[in-house]
């Protein structure tokens, strides 16, 4: 693969400080911005970055927010005070402070920053179990509420495999325990889904990297990836993983496609509905993998009936609608598709379709 040019990967910094900027993220933004001007090959980790050899940007290696992650988890250990007296809470530090606080610290940390850019960020936003619930209702109601066996691919901790245990608020169908210590409110336009059943009977992930909520490190790590700014996606990721704790679900390390062709049988299994699920999982996965997915969730569905029908779930970034979230369900027997909703890929703003 061609070694992009540095300009390439300095306004893949750009882009994501304007991404963070439109997010409700006025630190991250900045963070971005000035690391785009203070990263030079006088440093390991400025070296690495900008001699990055594959797309750097959102859609391809997010290399932005590989190195956001690593600096903020440094400063939620305590290694580096002096930047961290410019994170949140404390007030908006200007570009220049921050540049100059940056230039000073970034050659102290290469052998603690470094392995971070060998790992894709994981997110595993508890807000995206919105749109899937919202898909699961649909689900439910069509299968005569049948109880539900769920796999994820993408699944990160496992945060939305559980995600029956928390409060959804769907504009006007509520769901789950008004105790639960995760609510789930996005803004929501149109109708609301259907006020349905969910059960869900078996729930099982994979992830090539996947994180065990029951791992101190690994929860810091998911955490480190949350915008700092964004304190209650903080605290909701914090109560979501107390959660997943409790009775942590079955998650296999493994590449996307092979574990769905091994995983989901193409024989139908009676008084069940299957639904295979995932969310912003897939711009991080090669062209093969989605057709074999999608191929592979066609040869299932073949072979649904009524009695053991097959749900292809999947909310991603679409270019059809101006890379926001399009939440598509495929529901077998017959194989209908339909884009439910659409919203922005945090799951924090919905607009029902149908």
Same mark, same amino acid.
């Given at each position: 693969?061609?070694?992009?040019? #540095?300009?390439?990967?300095? #306004?893949?910094?750009?882009?994501?400080? #304007?991404?963070?900027?439109?997010?409700?993220?006025?630190?991250?933004?900045?963070?971005?911005?000035?690391?785009?001007?203070?990263?030079?090959?006088?440093?390991?980790?400025?070296?690495?970055?900008?001699?990055?050899?594959?797309?750097?940007?959102?859609?391809?290696?997010?290399?932005?927010?590989?190195?956001?992650?690593?600096?903020?988890?440094?400063?939620?250990?305590?290694?580096?005070?002096?930047?961290?007296?410019?994170?949140?809470?404390?007030?908006?530090?200007?570009?220049?402070?921050?540049?100059?606080?940056?230039? #000073?610290?970034?050659?102290?940390?290469?052998?603690?920053?470094?392995?971070?850019?060998?790992?894709?960020?994981?997110?595993?936003?508890?807000?995206?179990?919105?749109?899937?619930?919202?898909?699961?209702?649909?689900?439910?109601?069509?299968?005569?509420?049948?109880?539900?066996?769920?796999?994820?691919?993408?699944?990160?901790?496992?945060?939305?495999?559980?995600?029956?245990?928390?409060?959804?608020?769907?504009?006007?169908?509520?769901?789950?325990?008004?105790?639960?210590p995760v609510l789930i409110e996005p803004h929501w336009e149109g109708s609301a889904p259907p006020n349905a059943h969910v059960r869900i009977a078996r729930r099982h992930g994979s992830d090539l990297e996947p994180l065990n909520v029951s791992s101190q490190e690994d929860r810091e790590r998911l955490l480190a990836y949350i915008w700092a700014d964004q304190a209650d996606r903080l605290a909701r990721v914090e109560a979501a993983l107390e959660i997943a704790a409790v009775e942590p679900p079955r998650l296999d390390g493994a590449e996307a496609a092979v574990w769905a062709e091994r995983t989901i049988n193409t024989q139908p299994e009676a008084g069940v509905a299957r639904v295979l699920f995932h969310a912003v999982a897939m711009q991080y996965a090669g062209e093969e993998t989605c057709e074999r997915i999608a191929a592979h969730a066609a040869r299932v569905g073949a072979q649904a009936n009524d009695g053991a029908p097959f749900a292809w779930l999947r909310f991603e970034a679409d270019p059809e609608f101006n890379e926001k979230g399009s939440l598509h369900l495929t529901l077998w027997p017959g194989g209908k598709e339909e884009v439910l909703a659409i919203g922005d890929t945090h799951g924090e703003r919905l607009r029902r379709l149908r």
């Open positions: 693969m061609a070694q992009p040019a #540095e300009a390439v990967i300095r #306004e893949a910094f750009a882009e994501q400080a #304007e991404a963070c900027a439109e997010r409700g993220s006025p630190f991250t933004s900045r963070l971005c911005e000035a690391l785009a001007r203070v990263l030079d090959h006088s440093t390991c980790i400025g070296q690495h970055v900008l001699e990055w050899p594959g797309r750097p940007d959102a859609r391809g290696d997010s290399v932005p927010l590989r190195l956001v992650g690593g600096l903020h988890a440094l400063v939620r250990r305590g290694s580096l005070p002096s930047l961290a007296a410019l994170y949140p809470p404390h007030p908006l530090p200007d570009i220049p402070v921050l540049e100059k606080t940056l230039a #000073e610290v970034l050659p102290t940390v290469d052998n603690n920053l470094l392995p971070w850019l060998d790992l894709p960020p994981q997110t595993n936003e508890p807000m995206r179990s919105a749109p899937l619930m919202a898909g699961l209702l649909v689900v439910a109601q069509e299968s005569k509420e049948l109880p539900l066996a769920v796999y994820e691919v993408g699944a990160s901790a496992g945060l939305l495999l559980v995600l029956d245990r928390y409060r959804h608020c769907l504009g006007k169908t509520a769901v789950g325990s008004p105790d639960a």
